[in-house]
């Protein structure tokens, strides 16, 4: 089949269909180059793996997200202006749930492209807290986003098993529960600040920073 769009979104919609008709750990790089009607080489060319197509869908989700954000800055709290951006994400997840749901038992059997996709739904979660104009800069940041990553995956888990309802009742949940972590987190990390930064004083200590994985090479083996 061949639909419009560039290449690479042609690729990534059929994906999509053929995860929707049948299991994702069965369907082949052969038979995503022949449902998008381009060649094997030029699948190639554009991606190197079956995890690094779904890399970029993800990504095509941000892009939506976020084109779709309100001009105006929301004067809501935090966590509304968060559950807002993720409620939307979900909307634009919608039409394709049945083939993420084949995609994540995909990803459940293979551990290292369970921790490629963990490091895409970080990478989106960090551009999902700023959307919400949340502050994911720094050691409590990084807590942020992982713990946001995690709360995420109990969100598509229900929204996989039930329907938007259950994924959104999830959401509020897991918005509640880790307000609470992050505010312990906050305050313990202004009490610990002085020491911190005594530590970068006398030794000349810095964290190291950690690199973001946001392109199609952060999917290793090509069976992924």
Known sequence: ????????????????????????????LTDIAQEAGISLADLRELFPSKGAIIGAFSRRVDREVLDALPKDASHEPARERLYDVLRRRLDVLEPDREALASVGRWAARDPLTAAA???????????????????????????KLQGLALAWSRVLEDWFAGDIHDALSTLDRELTRGERYVDRAEDFARLTRPFYSFAQSLFGWRPRRVRDHDDDSGYPHAGA
């Not at 061949?2 to 082949?28: M, Q, Y």
């Not at 551009?127 to 940041?141: C, I, N, T």
Request: net charge negative; glycine share 8%; hydrophobic share 35%.
């Open 1 to 28: 089949m061949n639909s419009g769009g560039s290449p690479r979104d042609r690729v990534i919609d059929a994906t999509l269909r053929l995860a929707t008709r049948r299991e994702f750990s069965d369907v082949t």
């Open 117 to 143: 996709l963990n490091r895409e739904t970080v990478n989106s979660m960090r551009f999902m807290l700023e959307a919400a104009d949340v502050d994911s800069e720094g050691p409590v940041g990084s807590l």
